[in-house]
Each structure stands twice: as C-alpha cells, then as structure tokens.
C-alpha cells in the first residue's frame, strides 16, 4: 500500500501495549519477589535456606519449560505463534533469576567469575526471545483485526466515487449511474456506489465493496487527484 514508516509506526503502535504491559507487570512481580526473598535471605536462621530451597525449585520446574519450548521450535507440537520464545525465554529467565537469588542468599557478588559467559549468552537468549514473542503477537493481533474489519465494514466511510470514463467493474453490491448530461462537455460522466474506503496511502485511495468478503471480495486502487470526484459519508 505504500504506508509511511510514520504511519505503520501509528497503525501497529496498539500491538505493543499488551506486551508492553505484561512486561511492566512481570517486572514488578520480580521486584517484589527479589526485595522479600533478599528481607528472608537477610534475616538469618532459616530464611536463607527456604529463599536457596525456592531457587532449586524453581530451576526444576524451568527444566521442562525449556524442554517443551525447544520441542515447539522443532514442531513436535502446536504452540501458537508465541509459545516458542515464551517458553524458551521464559524458563531461562526464571533460571537466571533463581540463580541469582541463590548466589545473593549465599552473600557471594553475583554473577560468579566462571558464569559471567553463561549469563551474557542467556540475557542474549532471552531478548531475543522477548522480540520473538512480540513479532509474533503482532503477527496473530494483526491477522486479528483484519478479520474483525471484513466482519464490521460498515464502520468505514462509505464512498460515492465519480469518474469521467466507465470503470466496468460489475461488482455485485456496486451501483454504477450514468449521470445526466447537466452541462455541456460536463466532466464527470459516471457515478459508483456501495464502496467503502479501506484506506489511504501514498495519494491512492483502497476501495472496497460493502459487502467484501475473503473468497469473493474485490478491491479497487484510485488515485486522489483532480480525475476523480469522491464523497464520503457514514456507513
């Protein structure tokens, strides 16, 4: 369509707030659970060995996410667009932080002199998989909203279109008019109804009938210029 890099920063920006917000709570959640497992850890007698016990844990229960994510990357199930890099990436987060609050709970600096490699590549990992996982839910909201648009398009402007010569489209749903010869040498000769403006992009105006749907739809590419006369009106 010839969209703007301003204007698919403007029409995908709704597919980053779920991600955006889901990171911002897990954030949260983390810090929270740091601050109490670091109060535990810090207070003696037998916080430091739950706090070490909830880590081993937890790395367990990481194992067989990541089991199942390297499964869903070599297709041995249906995962969704997402559930891949969520798995992947979500264990090995859950398995950096575990380890880090097992080192702290110890009172050794983390990360360790021999972990700093593992935990570079591992942070490396999990962006990557954040990416993933955000491309794919773009992928699935995008596909989404195109579906509830073809079901709904009686919310797009509806478009009366007046050309000079004959479009002969023959689109069920469209209604061409011969227009009346009014004046002399009169411009406009032909008038089309029943179409839906699907957007505007780079000086073209994507026209489609009211009734498109995906087997049987069709879709008309007009240039916004002095050749044609266009009006808009609600659906």
Not at 2 to 9: E, K
Not at 12 to 17: I, K, R, T
Not at 29 to 53: F, I, N, P, Q, S
Not at 180 to 190: H, T
């Given at each position: ?17 779920a991600p955006a917000?889901?990171?911002l709570v897990g ?84 990360p360790l002199t ?122």
């Open positions: 369509m010839g969209f703007a890099t301003q204007d698919l920063l403007l029409r995908s920006s709704p597919a980053l707030y917000g889901v990171a954030a949260l959640v983390g810090a929270l659970v740091y601050h109490l497992a670091t109060r535990a850890a810090g207070g003696g007698g037998g916080g430091a060995r739950t706090v070490r016990w909830a880590c081993l844990a937890v790395t367990v229960a990481a194992v067989p996410l990541l089991v199942l994510g390297f499964l869903a990357g070599f297709e041995a199930f249906d995962a969704g667009p997402m559930g891949t890099p969520l798995l992947i990436g979500g264990a090995l987060l859950l398995g950096v932080l575990a380890r880090m609050m097992y080192v702290r709970s110890t009172g050794a600096p983390y021999g972990e700093r490699a593992a935990l570079g590549i591992s942070v490396a990992i999990i962006v990557l998989c954040s990416f993933w996982a955000v491309g794919g839910y773009a992928q699935h909201k995008g596909t989404a909203d195109a579906e509830q648009l073809a079901q709904h398009l009686y919310r797009r402007p509806a478009v009366v279109l007046d050309t000079p010569e004959r479009l002969h489209l023959g689109w069920p749903g469209v209604r061409e008019t011969v227009l009346p010869d009014v004046e002399q040498g009169a411009r406009f000769r032909y008038r089309y109804e029943g179409l839906r403006l699907l957007a505007y992009a780079d000086g073209r105006m994507f026209l489609v009938p009211h009734d498109w749907t995906w087997e049987t739809g069709n879709g008309l590419i007009v240039p916004f210029d002095d050749n044609v006369r266009v009006a808009f009106h609600p659906g």
